[in-house]
């Protein structure tokens, strides 16, 4: 994947502490430094006492919202998966830098993501510990709980049309989600964003960006399985 510039991403501040093999760092946008936003950085998980959602809270991740400085954030922690997954992911970029760096690539295509804010990271001798990615909350429901609802004829067909075109646009640019859930697309005022860009790949032309593309339209489609009507207008306006 190309990475961006500095200028690209903004102006960015880095804050690190290291003792033994103990390295943890934190990378953020200059234009959210405060006294607040730098105690937020040093311990998010007290920000969790004053949550003012929850979005999701188990083995894998726990995520949620606040609000600091006038602004919403959603914060979201990649819990340890234990010393098998450590090992395979040892001297890798943690799972929230991989996010991080994903959400300005899409953002630098003009494909909608929430705006990247921060993120932090734990390692012990090259070993990922815990991670946060800290971005802007977008206001909406996700495509799951949208489709749910009981929206009129014309109110689903627009909001397909627009999810369809903002996946389109995503597999032209040559990226892949792998992980299209119904719950990773939000629905917000000014069109869908995608979330939940750890595993988000850029593929080059060819058979194998063919394959995982067509995986990723078969995993989106998956999500309507018990709501056919809705699987063939999304079948129709994803060309396979």
């Known amino acids: 994947m190309n990475s961006l510039s500095q200028a690209q991403q903004g102006p960015l501040r880095e804050l690190s502490r290291e003792r033994g093999g103990w390295r943890w760092r934190a990378v953020y946008h200059r234009d959210y430094h405060s006294p607040a936003f730098t105690a937020l950085l040093t311990d998010p998980d007290a920000s969790l006492l004053r949550a003012t959602t929850i979005y ?31 090992l395979r992911h040892w001297g890798k ?3 929230a830098a991989r996010a991080w760096q994903n959400g300005w690539e899409l953002l630098g295509c003009e494909l909608p993501t929430p705006t ?29 709980a949208f489709f749910a609802a009981d929206a ?28 299209l859930k119904d719950t990773n697309v939000i629905l917000t005022p000014e069109g ?23 995986r990723d339209r078969a995993r989106f489609l998956q999500n309507w399985r018990h709501q056919p ?12």
């Open 93 to 95: 970029p943690s799972r």
């Open 152 to 179: 009129d004829a014309g109110e689903t067909t627009s909001a397909a049309r627009r999810i369809a075109r903002l996946l389109r646009g995503l597999w032209a640019a040559g990226f892949v989600h792998n992980d």
């Open 116 to 144: 990247p804010a921060a993120f932090i990271e734990e390692t012990r001798w090259g070993l990922p510990g815990r991670c946060y990615l800290l971005t802007e909350a977008v206001p909406g429901p996700h495509a799951r």
């Open 192 to 214: 869908p964003h995608l979330i939940d860009l750890d595993a988000l790949r850029e593929y080059p032309p060819g058979r194998w960006a063919r394959y995982r593309r067509r």
């Open 56 to 86: 999701k809270d188990d083995a894998i991740a726990t995520v949620w919202g606040i609000g600091l400085d006038g602004r919403r954030l959603v914060i979201k922690r990649h819990n340890p998966r234990g010393p098998w997954f450590a």
């Open 229 to 240: 009507a809705l699987r063939r207008l999304f079948d129709e306006l994803l060309p396979d």
